[in-house]
């Protein structure tokens, strides 16, 4: 079946403008999750969605950061006025119901200018 | 909140040979699970292998397995065979159990493998 997906593949963006990246998980994978990875900071998680809920933010770095999940299916995560220090990948994953494993769509590599 | 160490930032093979990987970890759940993912330059995650903590037997998927000794934090993962397209960034991570699930990384092992 498909795998995860994510859009765009690569951005680039000037700082202070807002970005919305999109993940489309495994269909029936009711768990979604964010991750970010940059060379600083390494794999750090941001964002967890049990269906359209979001019961772990702890992960956001700051409040221009903000997700949303609609239908239990498509997660869009947005950054707003982005600075250059938002340049990273970020993953999206979905969780497997039975074996607890993650799978992650191929990221988006986001570059602020 | 959980930590994990991965002491080896690179590592390499020659191939056909076997190559193992540490990682330790740091860790207050009681039910969690472990993985190693490979990424390779594509950065596609790819999971590799994954472990119950509360199995004793260590998981093996083909080539791939690990030593996972819960009392020490231990799970090492071993490559036999090492073919060409093993090579990769390695990444250890345990995940947080039964709360959310959510993956806890190290900061990889970049391994190479000569031919």
């Known amino acids: 079946g498909a795998g995860v997906s994510q859009s765009p593949s690569n951005k680039v963006t000037e700082k202070g403008k807002d970005v919305e990246l999109r993940c489309d998980p495994i269909s029936g994978h009711t768990a979604l999750y964010w991750y970010r990875q940059s060379l600083g900071q390494g794999l750090e998680f941001l964002i967890y969605f049990q269906g359209n809920s979001a019961p772990d933010k702890s992960g956001l770095p700051s409040d221009r950061f903000s997700a949303e999940r609609t239908g239990g299916s498509v997660s869009t995560l947005t950054i707003q006025r982005t600075q250059q220090e938002d340049s990273a990948v970020y993953l999206c994953?979905?969780?497997?119901?039975?074996?607890?494993?993650?799978?992650f769509g191929p990221g988006t590599r986001l570059t602020v200018t | 909140a959980q930590t994990v160490t991965q002491s080896q930032p690179e590592m390499s093979v020659q191939e056909a040979e076997t190559v193992t990987l540490s990682c330790t970890y740091d860790t207050s759940e009681s039910d969690y699970y472990l993985f190693w993912y490979k990424q390779p330059p594509s950065r596609q995650m790819i999971l590799v292998i994954r472990q119950e903590a509360y199995k004793q037997q260590n998981a093996t998927e083909n080539r791939f397995s690990v030593n996972f000794q819960k009392a020490a934090k231990s799970f090492s993962l071993k490559i036999s065979d090492s073919q060409l397209g093993d090579a990769a960034m390695y990444f250890c991570a345990p995940n947080s159990g039964g709360s959310n699930y959510k993956l806890t990384f190290g900061k990889g092992t970049l391994l190479t493998v000569n031919p």
């Open positions: 994953a979905s969780l497997s119901p039975t074996g607890y494993e993650q799978y």
